[in-house]
Structures are given as C-alpha cells and as structure tokens.
C-alpha cells in the first residue's frame, strides 16, 4: 500500500491497480486539487474543502463515490461509515467518520473531526486500527492537544496528521509533535507500507510532505 498526502484532508492510497482518493477539494476549494484517477473517493464533509468527487475521475476512470455513513464493499474494499456532528467553518453538519479494510490492514479517516466524542456506534466498532488519519489543526477541527488525546484512546499503530497548514493553524503541526514528544519527526515524500511493517508499533506519527 502507498499512502501520498496531497494536502489540505486529501490522500492518495494505493495498491497495485487500485486507488483510493480521501476527501478531494472540490474545484471551489481555495485548496490546490490534484486530479488523478480513482476507483473509489471518499468524502467525510458535504463542504467544498472534501467534496470533489469530480476531481477523482481521469480519463475513463469513473470512482465509486461514498459520501455518507453505511457499509460499503467495492472491489474487495470495505468500508464502514459512522455519522458524526462537526461544526466546520462555524456550521453544524455531518461528518461522517471512515473504517476502511484494505490489504489486510484497517485504515481509520476521521475527517473534518471537531468532537473528541465519537458517535456511539464508533466507539464500539473502532478498534485495532493500523493507520489513524488524524485533523490536528483547530479551526473547525480537533486542536492538536484534543486530537493527541483522541489518538491515544484509539490507539492505533501509525497516525498520520491532515488539515494543517493551508487549513489549520500554521503551527499546528509543530505543536502536535510536541504533544506527542515526536519533535524529531522528520517528513516523508509517501508512506509504503505492508502489514508486517506495523508489527509492535504504538502510535508511531508519520508526517508525510505535500
């Protein structure tokens, strides 16, 4: 599996043929987008910053598009979806929060997260979870020392922080990692990663580059 972070909550995962595209920025986005072809999008928030569905089609590539709490299984991928509230950019809405079950490994995209108070469901159905792709940068989402609290409950093997920078605070990112006593956290260009690879890690943070 290769995980490239595009910025802003948008991911890029891949494995072998397959790719996946995290919460796109729509054309209205003030963020930059990245289109490349996906088989399957998902979208967390109904809010221009994770909605661009249409910038996960390419050419021919027509995604399968999951914007909103359900069970999903496309292409050998399931995908869990949990509804939670959000008060992005001063609004309430839904923010749905994603379990995703790819080769092997179980990947958690909690979105435009601003409660450290799952849904229910979540809190019951969340747990042995590989990858936490975790919003650290206030300003609608968790702060960095709530969504450090938060990741220490879920206890995942791997976090990778999202929503920094353009979105979030500007020094969101180096006071989390100072939360987390990870100041020596040196970013990646992307993530490779296999299953074996996770074996014994407790909360290790991976900052991946734009």
């Known amino acids: 599996m290769v995980i490239t972070y595009m910025g802003g909550e948008c ?3 891949s494995q072998g043929e397959l790719t996946i595209a995290l919460n796109p ?4 986005s003030k963020l930059k987008t990245s289109k490349f072809g996906s088989d399957i999008v998902l ?4 809010n221009e910053d994770f909605s661009g569905v249409e910038n996960a089609s390419f050419g021919e590539r027509e995604p399968f598009a999951i914007v909103g709490p359900g069970e999903y299984e496309v292409r050998g991928v399931a ?3 949990f509804a939670g509230e959000t008060e992005y950019e001063g609004k309430k809405g839904i923010n749905t929060i994603y379990s995703i079950a790819l080769e092997g490994m179980n990947l958690c995209f909690l979105g435009a ?12 159905e969340l ?12 300003e609608g989402v968790l702060d960095h020392a709530s969504a450090y609290k938060l990741a220490v409950q879920l206890e995942p093997r791997a976090i990778i922080p999202m929503h ?8 969101s990112l180096k006071s989390f990692l100072k939360e987390a006593g990870s100041e020596d956290v040196k970013p990646i ?11 014994g890690k407790e909360g290790e943070i991976i900052v991946l580059s734009v």
């Open 11 to 13: 991911f890029k995962v």
């Open 25 to 28: 920025p729509s054309k209205d």
């Open 43 to 46: 979208s967390t928030l109904n």
């Open 79 to 81: 995908v869990r979806g």
């Open 113 to 124: 997260l601003s409660n450290t108070e799952l849904p229910h469901a979540a809190q019951q």
């Open 127 to 138: 747990d042995d979870i590989d990858v936490l792709f975790l919003p650290i940068g206030g």
């Open 164 to 171: 920094y920078g353009e979105l979030g605070g500007k020094d």
């Open 189 to 199: 260009e992307k993530l490779t990663i296999k299953k074996k690879d996770l074996e």
